[in-house]
């Protein structure tokens, strides 16, 4: 599932968040060490323990948000690139 233009300029929802968090949940670690670099540029209001790291993504400002889920698509994009040149 992409993130369409309107999905990424409209007010965000739970339910927006949350595809999105779980799009991250399954990327690799230099994907998740990406994702973190944007999260502090934006803020140092994030948690981090030995089980990861947690952001509040109500803190992050929308430009962020819209670069995390640019990547995320662009990810995805290369994924599915990857898999058609391989076939």
């Known amino acids: 599932m992409n993130f369409s233009n ?3 300029s409209q007010a965000y929802d739970d339910n927006y968040y949350q595809r999105l968090v779980d799009k991250i949940s399954h990327m690799n670690t230099q994907e ?4 973190f670099t ?7 209001k994030y948690t981090r323990n030995r089980n990861g790291v947690f952001v509040n993504m109500s803190v992050l400002t929308k430009e962020t948000i819209e670069k995390m889920a640019s990547f995320v698509q662009f ?10 040149s391989i076939s």
């Open 6 to 8: 309107q999905e990424m």
């Open 32 to 35: 998740h060490n990406y994702i």
């Open 38 to 44: 944007l999260v502090q540029n934006d803020t140092n």
């Open 75 to 84: 990810c995805e994009q290369q994924r599915e690139f990857s898999c058609k």
